[in-house]
């Protein structure tokens, strides 16, 4: 995800920081005792490099942190993260997951409050949204209600209440919300491309018709493969989207025993007769302010 540091007027990229270099065959556990890892932009976010990943930990081990999500209060004048965690490195997909909370006045000094209580455990992937009326919503995956994505109301982003199921149709991760072009739009990834829902409240969402977004290959330099997990940021009128593929320009092919490395690629989303679209391929106007 992207944010701006309102101290310095630099934009932040905050990822889950996989550890390619751990992969074996038949374990996913590369997937596993990530940190959170921050790249910083530079030429208006022509071009991004690596600053380095943040020390998040506040029990022993080696544990796991996952996509991150961050905002900024005006009002407190932090920055408040909510993240993904799983103790420890597992070699399956197991684990009880939570979301954590910490706070921030600089992006990257973290101060660990606890568990956010939108569950007791089994959800991953926060995003939140301040909505017009001041209400913080998170939407997050409810991984014990079939992968749906659920939500939750905060108004100091610390007590939440939890509202229901934002979707309905299908097993999902990664949920992102934003306001583009006078709607809300929430994607998320169902692993075979970006699935898009319309809506005028941010609470009732209808799925967009028609194709995925980022599910055919690419042909730029190393975005080749499925669009996924994305973040998308709203910025000076125009939406860009950031999404991770596991690239196969050399003949590598995703599978349990073939780890490719993972590769972040950034495209511009524009609305066209009323539905979200993407080309990847297109060269990218950007100018961050």
């Not at 038949?26 to 976010?45: E, H, K, P, T, W």
């Amino acid at each position: 995800m992207i944010i701006k540091n309102e101290q310095n007027g630099k934009f932040y990229m905050f990822y889950t920081q996989r550890r390619a270099s751990a992969a074996v065959p038949g374990s996913v556990s590369y997937c596993y005792g990530s940190d959170i890892g921050i790249a910083q932009a530079d030429c208006g976010g022509a071009y991004w490099y690596y600053r380095g990943a943040l020390k998040l930990d506040f029990e022993f081990g080696k544990n796991t942190f996952w996509a991150p999500e961050v905002i900024f209060d005006s009002a407190s004048g932090k920055y408040h993260m909510f993240v993904s965690y799983i103790r420890g490195v597992h070699s399956e997909w197991k684990g009880k997951s939570v979301i954590l909370h910490y706070t921030s006045l600089n992006l990257f000094d973290w101060d660990y409050l606890g568990k956010a209580d939108v569950s007791e455990y089994n959800v991953i992937d926060p995003c939140i949204l301040k909505l017009k009326n001041g209400i913080y919503r998170m939407w997050f995956k409810e991984e014990s209600d079939k992968a749906h994505t659920a939500y939750a109301d905060s108004e100091d982003l610390i007590k939440w209440k939890r509202k229901g199921l934002a979707t309905f149709d299908c097993p999902q991760e990664g949920p992102n919300v934003f306001e583009f072009g006078g709607n809300y739009w929430l994607v998320a990834d169902e692993w075979k491309g970006l699935s898009v829902y319309k809506s005028d409240d941010a609470e009732n969402f209808k799925r967009q018709a028609g194709k995925r977004l980022l599910k055919e290959n690419g042909s730029r330099y190393l975005d080749r493969g499925v669009g996924r997990h994305a973040d998308v940021f709203v910025n000076n009128a125009k939406a860009y989207i950031v999404y991770f593929v596991h690239y196969n320009d050399n003949g590598i092919i995703e599978s349990e025993d073939n780890h490719p490395p993972t590769v972040i690629q950034l495209a511009e989303l524009k609305i066209k007769n009323g539905l979200l679209t993407c080309s990847r391929n297109d060269d990218i106007d950007i100018n961050l302010i």
